[in-house]
């Protein structure tokens, strides 16, 4: 018999803006879902960067702000402590988390704040042009790698999790992916436990999700797949990096 989930009634009826095979739409329902079974709509702040991400005022029923590229977790901080008993989200990209907002996500983390953050990881900056991003891995070609990225001159990929783990103040750090079911479910775990640690105002906690991006890849969708399956887990293993109760 085939089981038909009814739409979370977090997440709007508008039409998706992303492009086939793409993960975000995937990673969306799953926030959706957890804020629906955790009640949290009525107090819940997302804060959306520039990327690709920047469209979830369209898809989650929330209050949303817009942040400047790389500012997601800094102006979360100040929502938090302004507003302590709002539930405060961070959704952000590699580009944006990685690159230009490092700085933040690392300093947010080092104090400690009482944030959920989700990192969408897919290896490229997907809204503009498939361009390389610091966790794009060695080899993979990009716009602006059209050989592929190689490790003198351009250095080796970030990995978030592993880097975040170091700072004393980060309670819980998971690195999931979307590119099955099962790890699909291991998400959604991973999700409401982020979520439901700041609930118990437990601390700084982070869940890194591999996103496939087809078209900045360049690849189908069921390569993306493949892609994530052969290549990316083995540079970014997934785990529990991190977990203080």
Sequence with gaps: MNIVKSQPKSITQDSTKYCPGCGHGIILRLIGEAIDELGIREKMILTAPVGCAVVLYDYIHCDIIECAHGRAPAVGTALKRVHPDKFVLIYQGDGDLAAIGTAE?????????????????????????????????VGQKTTTCPSGRTIKGMGKPIRVCELLSTLEETKYLERTSINSVRNIN??????????????????????????????????????????????????FPLGVYKNIE
């Design 186 to 235: 291991k998400t959604k775990a991973a999700i409401r436990k982020v979520f439901q640690n700041q609930l118990n105002g437990i601390g700084f906690s982070m869940a890194e999700i591999l996103s496939m991006c087809p078209v900045g890849w360049k690849v189908s969708p069921i390569e993306a797949l493949q892609f994530i399956e052969e290549q990316m887990i083995n540079y």
């Design 105 to 137: 996500i690392i300093h947010a983390a080092n104090r400690g704040e009482n944030l959920s953050v989700i990192f969408v990881n897919n290896a490229t900056y997907g809204m503009t042009g498939g361009q390389m991003a610091p966790t794009t891995l």
